[in-house]
């Protein structure tokens, strides 16, 4: 079964950038919600934003709304999430997912199939 691949993490020092993608063709065809998530070592994963495949409507945790942003590219092969002003505490192991149902609900249970994650780390 092929997973959605991420890639574009790194290291970036807080308030910077970085745009992580995903490549998920056989998920941006066939489910209704991709997902960017998180975890970083000894907590619990978060769901960081989530879109709707068919209608690109688009959904974000509070803590990242009006700093991120999801994408998907015209051919639906390739979800990004554009992350701006970045902080220490959200350096994290970054994943994509796809297979959730309600995307509004940012929930990681909802999601059936997931990358292997891309790091992301935010020096002060």
């Known amino acids: 079964q092929l997973q959605p691949v991420e890639s574009g993490g790194g290291s970036v020092q807080a308030g910077g950038s970085l745009r992580l993608s995903c490549i998920a063709i056989?998920?941006?065809?066939?489910?209704?919600?991709m997902a960017w998530f998180r975890q970083a070592p000894g907590k619990q994963r978060e769901a960081v934003a989530a879109?709707?495949?068919?209608?690109?409507?688009?959904y974000y945790a509070a803590s990242v709304k009006g700093r991120f942003t999801i994408s998907q590219d015209a051919a639906r092969e390739t979800v990004h999430l554009q992350m701006n002003s970045l902080k220490t505490e959200e350096a994290a192991m970054y994943s994509c997912?796809?297979?959730?149902?309600?995307?509004?609900?940012?929930?990681?249970?909802?999601?059936?199939?997931w990358g292997q994650g891309t790091q992301v780390t935010v020096s002060s």
């Open positions: 879109i709707v495949t068919r209608g690109l409507d688009t």
């Open positions: 056989k998920y941006t065809y066939t489910t209704n919600c």
């Open positions: 997912a796809g297979g959730g149902v309600v995307c509004s609900d940012l929930i990681p249970q909802q999601y059936s199939y």
